[in-house]
């Protein structure tokens, strides 16, 4: 079984520019989350989608970013205009189940830096 | 709210030695533990969890962890390292909706021959 891909891995863009990360989940994972990690924090929560539903998208950080999953496959997250403070890498990771009943299956990440 | 708090950003040991990661929890209910894993260019792989079943959780790579609801903790232990278990690793607890994992800030696991 194919496990969590995130495309790309790195990306490196200028200030104001836009940026579209990319996840495709495990096959037959509804569950599909995304969390970044800002150098020197801990992993934060962005948002839950629940087949191509937003479940919950407390941890977004502002209107700059947009997450889509269309069809319920999979998920698109855009930067746009990108700002410094937005470098991180950005991890995604599907589940069958919720969150404490299921594991959460991580992909490698895509690293942003934001010049 | 739940969180979740991780004594040490890093820790050293030699080969062989027994492996202690610390992690202490707050949570209004029962709460949902996880360890995870990320090794060098990788992402995040699970160790083991905790759902209410028996306190002492046995994961992958013969680590395992016990839950001690009356300290609150849940501690990541090895009876001896090896040199491939160098990493970066997370605990991180369900939040009361289940759809999140709250984590810790992690802590880098050294080990020296």
């Known amino acids: 079984e194919a496990g969590v891909t995130q495309f790309p891995s790195h990306s490196v863009i200028e200030k104001g520019q836009t940026v579209t990360l990319r996840c495709d989940p495990i096959s037959g994972h509804d569950n599909l989350y995304w969390y970044r990690r800002v150098m020197g924090k801990e992993i934060k929560f962005l948002l839950h989608?629940?087949?191509?539903?937003?479940?919950?998208e407390s941890g977004m950080p502002n209107n700059r970013f947009l997450a889509e999953r269309t069809g319920g496959t999979y998920s698109t997250l855009k930067v746009q205009p990108a700002e410094l403070e937005d470098s991180g890498v950005y991890f995604c990771?599907?589940?069958?189940?919720?969150?404490?009943?299921?594991?959460?299956?991580f992909g490698p990440g895509t690293r942003l830096t934001v010049l | 709210a739940q969180s979740v708090t991780q004594l040490g950003s890093h820790v050293s040991v030699s080969e062989g030695a027994l492996v202690l990661l610390r992690c202490n929890y707050s949570?209004?209910?029962?709460?949902?533990l996880f360890w995870y894993v990320q090794y060098p260019n990788q992402g995040l792989q699970l160790l083991l969890k905790?759902?209410?079943?028996?306190?002492l959780v046995k994961g992958i790579n013969g680590f395992e962890a016990e839950f001690k609801k009356s300290e609150t903790s849940f501690h990541l232990t090895k009876p001896s390292a090896h040199m491939s278990d160098a990493a970066e690793y997370f605990c991180a607890v369900a939040n009361q909706a289940g759809t999140a994992l709250i984590f810790g800030k992690g802590t880098t696991l050294s080990v020296s021959s």
């Open positions: 905790y759902t209410s079943a028996a306190t």
């Open positions: 989608f629940v087949k191509e539903s937003k479940q919950d």
């Open positions: 990771a599907s589940s069958r189940d919720r969150a404490h009943t299921d594991t959460q299956y």
């Open positions: 949570s209004s209910v029962p709460p949902y």
